[in-house]
């Protein structure tokens, strides 16, 4: 996305939407036709009403009694009538059809690319994720999203007025072709006028981007952070922060919606003066039959409307145009910063998993050098060491979200780049201090919404017991809020683990499993795990030295030595 312009946005538009833009082209080709017949056919219906005596037509009327004798038919004000009612019945199931295109192409491409941005994210590089702030990936995918199908369904809209201004100036040319002078000062004029505004609106557009990006954020930080925040008296004052995006988010809708609304109310007084002046004009000076100045009248109003329509489109297009701009460049930067996949799928999870002379840095800091060793199945590994000495960067590699910067990790006999990645993080279970519970209830959490367990009462109430949570095996259909809000600390690191202990992994990590945990269910805890390594190769993550005499094998990263 080089060029942020009109014409690049009509591309993606055409790429998005496919075959489906050529259809409603097509139909309102039809639609705008058989309105601009019914337009001319009110010149007969005028003439029957006041002239019956004429025995002379020319213009319009000429148009129209030569086109029935050609057909044998009379014309009568009932058969006139007739068509009038047929011709705008199907006129308006054409734009019904139309309208119902329009919004098949918009909401179908929304779901698409919401879609294609999950999926991206799915593949996306994890050091590339953490980079980004959460409120931007919940405003692409929501808001920008909605600015996109906005967007469309505002070229589509263009789309239609320039089809009608072009079958309306066509007929123009037909009727008196001076008139499309007039049609140029219409043009023209509404540029000069509206030039400054498109101006102003890009510029807030891509303002909004920003504002609700940093609103996003701080409604998910309000969230996950409500008790600290309620219970320190910091609410009132974070929640200033955040009226303080609403109130610029805020201000410039209010801009947008003030260009908006003054381009939609320039119509109908455009459109007034245009018929007004062009009858005395015609009429009055130049003494033309009334009916045909009325036709010509009422297509140009609907020519002029049209122009103020395509003006309000284009000044709504660049007020989403950001969005788009926004969600193109954020998918590309997500496909060139696709993690590295493997291609094995077939792997031996009961072997070694080896760690030889791993290194890793991070902004140019050594997190870990040189670390050799080897993690049997069947046991349990203690990594001990003190916070930020790299404790977490170890089972990152495990989970093959980061790779080392030298070295290599070994499972199966393989190196851990040529394994596929889904297929390592499949026999996977983690625990982490994050205590990651979702909206849902424990049973939807336990079994992370795999219809195959949701009923399989017998497995989740085992893997209840052996992470000491058997004690809400009676609030199992229980919907715990957002993050577990309605659960104390312990008991969401007890049902995490009873989760992990579910999904019945080969490898089984742990970060500080049991800093929530009162006396009582840490002792519980760490004698279910020796029960637990005759089925896992357990990693426990630890600054505790009381977890020491657990592991089969210890780690210390503070002396880079087998205890």
Known sequence: MKRKSLLNLFRICWIRSSWKLPVLVLICLFSSILELIGIGLVVPLINISFRKDSTSSEGIMKFFEDFFNYINLDISLNIILLIILTIFIFKNLFV???????????????KSIQNEIISLYEKVDYKYFILKRAGEHSNLIIRECDRYQS???????????????????????FLDSKILFFISIIFFGTIIILVPIINKTKFFAQSNVKFYSDLNSSLIDLVKNYSYLKGTENLKRFVFLINKRINGILRINRILGVFSSLLTNLKEPTGII?????????????????????????????????????????????????GVFFAEETMRDLIENSEPIGKVKKIDFESILKFQNVSFKYNQKNILSNISIEIYPKSI??????????????????????????????????????????????????VSQDLNLFKGTIRENITFWDQRFMDDEKKIIESMKLASCDDLVDRLDENIGDQGLKLSGGQKQRIIIAREIFKNPSILILDEPTSALDPKNQVNIKRNLLKLRSKFRIIIITHQKSFLKLGDKVLRLDKLKKC
């Open 151 to 173: 967007l469309l369904n505002n070229v589509t809209k263009l789309i239609i007025s320039l089809i009608s201004i072009l079958i309306f100036s066509s007929s123009i040319v």
């Open 381 to 430: 590994f203690i990594l001990y060491g003190k916070s930020g000495i790299g404790k977490t960067t170890f089972v990152k590699l495990i989970m093959k979200l980061l790779m080392p910067d030298s070295g290599k990790i070994i499972l199966g006999g393989l190196d851990y780049k040529k394994i596929e990645s889904k297929i390592i993080r499949k026999r996977i279970g983690y």
């Open 96 to 110: 019904f059809l139309g309208d119902i295109i329009r919004i098949w192409i918009t909401t179908g491409i929304r």
């Open 274 to 322: 245009i018929v007004v002046c062009l009858i005395y004009f015609k009429v009055s000076i130049q003494q033309e039959p009334l009916e045909d100045v009325i036709v010509l009248s009422f297509i140009l109003y609907r020519t002029a409307q049209r122009i103020l329509d395509i003006q309000n489109n284009w000044q709504r297009i660049h007020e989403s145009s950001a």
